[in-house]
């Protein structure tokens, strides 16, 4: 079959391989990936336990903030990132329809079927450890640059991110979440971390 018959009939070869379908209004995603969802306002919970029920695997980080409750503090749990939430699925048009008529969901990000972009594993592995490891963290105004490190020691061990230095021998691990404009951080000793370079040289 030539390059022209190929293309009329809706796919086409690349070294061989077939690739997949990207015409019109619909893709497929052959792999499972990480998507963002925005959510209205304090609908975080209630769009995770709707995907859940309708079979999707979503993911709503949260860390422990303080809250004002009779006039006195306390520790709750709250959103990471709130307004946001993850969800792990290889998309294809039928699920994203599914997922846009879940109560509570604006869009999953970016913006229309044709432009959804994954966020990246490795992002969601280390918000995913730093909520398993349920160690203090906080929001963080967004990095998109800095000394990128690797924590060496403690639960977090392997982890890379961005570390700033903020006392003498103490710092913020900043991890970002650059399709959201956020990030979040941990303070650790600066012992805890090293450059990846001088990491992956070792």
């Given at each position: ?25 619909t893709i497929q995603s ?158 650790l000793d600066r012992a ?11």
């Amino acid at each position: 079959m030539d390059d022209a018959a190929s293309e009329q009939n809706g796919s086409r070869t690349e070294g061989g391989e077939a690739l997949p379908e990207t015409s019109g209004d619909t893709i497929q995603s052959a792999t499972a990936a990480w998507y963002a969802i925005w959510t209205r306002s304090n609908c975080e919970h209630l769009v995770a336990q709707q995907l859940a029920a309708k079979g999707f695997s979503p993911f709503l980080p949260e860390i422990h903030t303080r809250s004002i409750r009779r006039g006195k503090a306390a520790l709750v749990r709250a959103p990471m990132f709130p307004g946001y939430l993850f969800v792990r699925q290889a998309m294809d048009k039928r699920c994203y329809v599914d997922m846009l008529g879940v109560r509570g969901v604006v869009r999953i990000l970016e913006d229309g079927w044709t432009r959804l972009t994954p966020v990246p594993d490795a992002d969601v592995t280390a918000i995913q450890r730093i909520v398993e490891a349920d160690v203090p963290a906080f929001g963080y105004p967004h990095l998109s640059g800095g000394e990128r490190v690797t924590i060496v020691e403690g639960p977090l061990a392997g982890l890379e991110g961005v570390f700033v230095q903020n006392k003498t021998n103490r710092g913020s691990f900043v991890i970002s979440i650059d399709l959201l404009g956020r990030s979040v951080a941990v303070e650790l000793d600066r012992a805890a971390v090293v450059p990846i370079s001088s990491h992956r040289a070792a």
